[in-house]
């Protein structure tokens, strides 16, 4: 990770270095916190944060799920995200807004008024997932974990603990020639990858996993968004793992990873092993969108400056309290 200069704390602006909290803190202990990966692209007009307002309203949509009362409102959170942009003057990288219980007691469920604290940081951050360099695909393997079970957990929720599901996966192909793994569901059917949302094609159709056991993903409804562009037909169904050995082609998404193609599962081609031709229209498209080549996405878009901003996007204007001046201490 390359630390850039400020992190915003509870509506304040710390070094990097001593942004820190204390090790008794409840979310450390519980998983009990909140996130979000937001990415943001170096445009013609400046850097430029990719669905800011949705990934907001998941942020508290995730933290509502935990019971947690943020002292933000909407408008409050998105403003700190782009100062906390500004204000470090990285051109593109990686966002992590993070909300958890903190400092207080330890029983597992903590009372109504119960710390809630809130960090933003930001760093340059590359390619996600490791490709096969002479595919430019990655190869996976079925994981022996399922994913998160709808009934154990709010599993349309960001939330922290949710990622030992991830991260268990994940370990079981660590240091192996795998890039990453596919979750299945507990009837067997396909759920998404670590951290990624999964779509396969066939005879030119694509097919994704309906919502229900996966993180609704905001990368995969921009992709079903470029499909319908360009006139390919989206079909969300559950489907087992047979149908991705079947596929012409097959790719992950997410904000991290982007638009990657999938060129094996456990062993198999998908298709020639390359990514195929509809992987990489779709890749091109997403790289021409998050890049503000695309006019008809720019309401996702927040341009950081504002006087070369070429439009602006929405809000819901929830309006709470007012924002905690944001000075910047040395
Ligand atoms: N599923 C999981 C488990 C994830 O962690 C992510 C990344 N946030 C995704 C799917 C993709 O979500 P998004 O497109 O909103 O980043």
Known sequence: MQPTPYIWKNGKMHPWETCTTHVLTHGLHYGSAVFEGIRFYETDNGPAIFELEKHT????????????????????????IVETVRINEVKAGYIRPLIYYGYGNLKVVPHADFAVDMIIACWPWGNYLKTDTAHNTVDIKISPYIRIHPTSTRTDAKISGHYINSLVAGLTVRDTPYHDVLMLDS?????????????????????????????????RSTVMTIAKQLNFPIIEKRFKPDEIYNADEAFFCGTAVEVVGIGSLEDQKIGDGHAGPI???????????????????????????????????????????????VAACA
């Open 279 to 325: 992987t990489q229209q779709m890749q091109a498209a997403y790289q021409a969108v998050v890049h503000g080549k695309n006019p008809t996405f720019y309401p996702a878009i927040t341009w950081i400056n504002k006087e070369t901003s070429v439009s602006t996007s929405t809000n819901d204007n929830h309006t709470k309290k007012p924002m905690p001046s």
């Open 187 to 219: 009837d067997g059917y396909v759920a998404e990858g670590s951290a990624a949302n999964i779509f396969v094609i066939k005879d030119g159709r694509l097919f994704t996993p309906p919502l229900g056991t996966i993180l609704p993903g905001i990368t």
């Open 57 to 80: 309203r998941r942020l508290i949509y995730s933290a509502d799920c935990l019971n947690m009362t943020i002292p933000y409102s909407f408008d409050e959170i998105n403003d700190a």
